[in-house]
């Protein structure tokens, strides 16, 4: 056999023991790889199952722009190896490099040689300009192979992992006995918990076709070394072959061209609607030589991403975002979905939000107040799909009782539905084209603000499927593409809201403006869209907002992570005032993001007849109640003390806590509120317009319950959410919260130098009334 193994002296420690077998080896037993190979993945979330990965690193990868090794990518690159290694998977890598580090070796000796003979024959230390010569390709790699093995052995052992090298050519492949015992080599290694790092034995191979790199001189071609990745992957039986590169990914035409699209999946038949463009800036392969060595490990049951390998910002994890099936580069897949992908999704729906955002705001209502007819028409349907999302969500026993409570829908919610849609169709009619402002910038020469719709907006909501027809019906009042990314638990109900929200956008042509991402779209991967998505609007739990308000690059998100609401009871409060706004705001719908979650009573309230009534209504609705830290100081036998104060419990609990005035309140208030929604109960009007001022939340009411902080109750028709950010939309957001403006200016030809100093035209600035109603 040609290939060439050169294991490292000596094995770390922690995975060898008197029998042979490592240590480590039956621990990582333990973590389950439960697909067989033979077929490749249909879909990226499936690549977390993959055991046996080959990483394959191009010349671009390994190498910096001169001559020389990207030290700090391959580091990363290390680092990230051998997370995956010690998590129970078997991982190989096909490398380049030996070529660039053995040029950067000989060129070093050569200057160096060349500088001490000067100096011998001249006797001076001023020397002339020296030049290197063209140096062969095979001599670089035999001088570079073993300084690059030697980087590799010492970056793998800073993670106590060890190397293997293996040199191979292509005879070993065509000759069966050395095929046999190269597998038999990479089995045994792999047996061991040992890294094999594989190249082409470039010394020895056949003349390379001439090529030059940005030094000029010959390098050995890449395109062996996909060649080789895919075949060692299809010998290996791998699951998986990460190709990394220069470029993103694959493009439907050279990347920088205009309009050239990364290509998020590619399917076998798929090569005629893809361009190639100019290879790599190092090697030959290309990406058609990519392409083809993927396409064949693919056939053979291995699947394939290729993805870049350059980029400072995503090296340091690339390599495992993939493996966690994040969307990174372009993903090889047999399997062709019978729908249209995400991207072409939002591309259908912007292009039907722009006919949408054309229509007559008569017309856009017309929409709305089909929907509202159709969700009384097909109630039962609903309420029959409904059922079902109910019964499978109670018996998989995953879900709490308030996520159980958002799932359901009943007759008395969707004919509320019905009439603050109805609600929202006649508001719909002042929305999209309305003019703000109008000003006279100079002679012939004016100027408006008016409202456009934002574009394309996406939200993302767990349960509540009672949110689907709300949010459709504002997208399409205020003339916006949708996109909507459900949870699993209310598939078979979205799935019905949404058929009656096509059909009623069906009446006038634009059917497409709403789309339900129904594939195995990740959240975090659609927070990427940030060049197809204008906004981010999460409907759904704390932590589905914190993680959306991360994950979102680029593309701003609207809504709030937590619902921590505070009533506070003052000294001077009315008994039956306080046990209403007590009892609705945190029993009406304890799951509900405006719920009570924290009751603050003034300290001359304790033993008192309010506060024991207001005790006795709590445990009589069965509210378990918490203490915060002063109120467990007065009690001698007080409820289990709270762990946090700013919990929001969505549940039929909250905290208790005791504070001293109404500034106190206040202070509490900022402190550990949510800025949402806060209450104050008091009969002392002063105390109320102080407590009004000074509360920084997005909604503060008097004398009323927390429960009130809702779109449809405001009047809005509806809301797609409540905001707590500090921009123009918070609180209840409806339709106003959905649109922007732009600036249209009407001349006769005005230019800027027409007033300029010694232009003939002045400034005039004048405002223009602008009549209620008035659309541009």
Known sequence: MFARLALCSRLPSRIRQSNGCPASIRAYSQVKFPRPHGKSFAHRSELKQAKRIVVKLGSAVVTRDECGLALGRLASIVEQVAVLQNQGREMMIVTSGAVAFGKQRLR??????????????????????MSVPVLEARACAAAGQSGLMALYEAMFTQYSTCTAQILVTNLDFHDEQKRRNLNSTLHELLRMNIVPIINTNDAVVPPPVPNSDLQGVNVISIKDNDSLAARLAVEMKADLLIALSDVEGLYDSPPGTDDAKLIDIFYPGDQQSITYGTKSRVGLGGMEAKVKAALWALQGGTSVVIANGTH??????????????????????????????????????????????????????????????????????????NKRDMELAIASGRFSQPMINRLSLSTAKLNSLAIGLRQLAVSSRDSVGRVLRRTRVANNLELEQITVPIGVLLVIFESRPDCLPQVSALAIASGNALLLKGGKEAANTNKILHQLTQEALSIHGVADAIQLVSTREEVEDLCRLDKLIDLIIPRGSSKLVRDIQRAAKGIPVLGHSEGVCHVYVDSEASIDKAIDVVRDSKCDYPAACN?????????????????????DMLRTEHVKIHAGPRFASYLTFSPSEV??????????????????????????????????????????????????????????????????????????????????????????????????????????????????????????????????????
């Not at 072409?344 to 929907?371: D, F, K, V, W, Y």
């Not at 009573?601 to 007849?609: N, V």
């Not at 700013?646 to 208790?656: H, K, N, P, Q």
């Open 108 to 129: 070093h000796e050569i200057l160096l040689s060349q500088s001490v003979r000067q100096a011998l024959h001249s006797g001076q230390n001023q020397l002339k300009d």
């Open 312 to 385: 400072p910002k995503v090296t340091g994890h690339v390599i495992t975002d993939i493996v966690e099936g994040k969307k990174v580069g372009t993903f090889f897949s047999e399997v062709k979905p019978a729908g249209p992908t995400v991207e072409q999704q939002t591309e259908m729906a912007r292009h039907a939000g722009r006919t949408l955002a054309s229509l007559l705001p008569e017309q856009r209502g017309e929409i709305i107040c089909c929907l509202a007819e159709l969700l009384t028409e097909k109630k039962e349907e609903i309420l029959s799909a």
């Open 595 to 615: 719920a009570m979650e924290t009751l603050l009573i003034h300290r001359d309230l304790l033993r008192t007849p309010i506060f024991d009534q207001i005790i």
């Open 643 to 776: 762990k946090s104060l700013r919990t929001e419990y969505g549940d039929l609990e909250c905290c208790i806590e005791v504070v001293d005035s109404m500034q106190d309140a206040v202070d509490h208030i900022h402190k550990y509120g949510s800025s949402h929604t806060d209450v104050i109960v008091t009969e002392n009007e002063e105390t109320a317009e102080q407590f009004l001022q000074q509360v920084d939340s997005a909604c503060v009411f008097w004398n009323s319950s927390s429960r009130f902080a809702d779109g449809y109750r405001f009047g809005l028709g509806a809301e797609v959410g409540i905001s707590t950010a500090r921009i123009h939309a918070r609180g209840p957001v409806g339709l106003e919260g959905l649109l922007t403006t732009k600036w249209v200016l009407r001349g006769e030809g005005h230019t800027v130098s027409d007033f300029s100093e010694q232009g003939s035209m002045k400034y005039l600035h004048e405002n223009i009334p602008v009549p209620q109603g008035s659309f541009s």
